[in-house]
């Protein structure tokens, strides 16, 4: 009876551990880190959204999603990019 209990307790401290080790790995699949960054200015038509990079990055930067999908990473202290970044989440509040 003990050994069953026993066994019981390690089975589900296993699986605790397998379902949290599953979640950062989805976090780290899903995450976008930059080995650099566009100086070219993309037309605000184009985005769709944005989000930064995780801690698990070197840097931090913005990273853009387009119409078509791309990701394209760009400098988050940039004035331009600041703008965008504004007026998309001036968007998403209307």
């Not at 307790?9 to 950062?24: G, H, I, K, R, Y």
């Amino acid at each position: 009876m003990r050994s069953l209990m026993f066994l019981l307790v390690l089975v589900l401290f296993c699986s605790l551990q397998d379902t949290s080790s599953a979640m950062e790995a989805i976090i780290s699949a899903n995450s976008v880190c930059c080995e650099g960054f566009t100086h070219k200015k993309i037309p605000l038509s184009k985005i769709v959204s944005y989000h930064l990079t995780t801690s698990n990055c070197a840097k931090k930067f913005i990273v853009f999603t387009t119409k078509a999908g791309k990701k394209i990473c760009v400098d988050p202290e940039n004035t331009f990019v600041k703008r965008q970044v504004a007026e998309l989440d001036s968007r998403t509040r209307v």
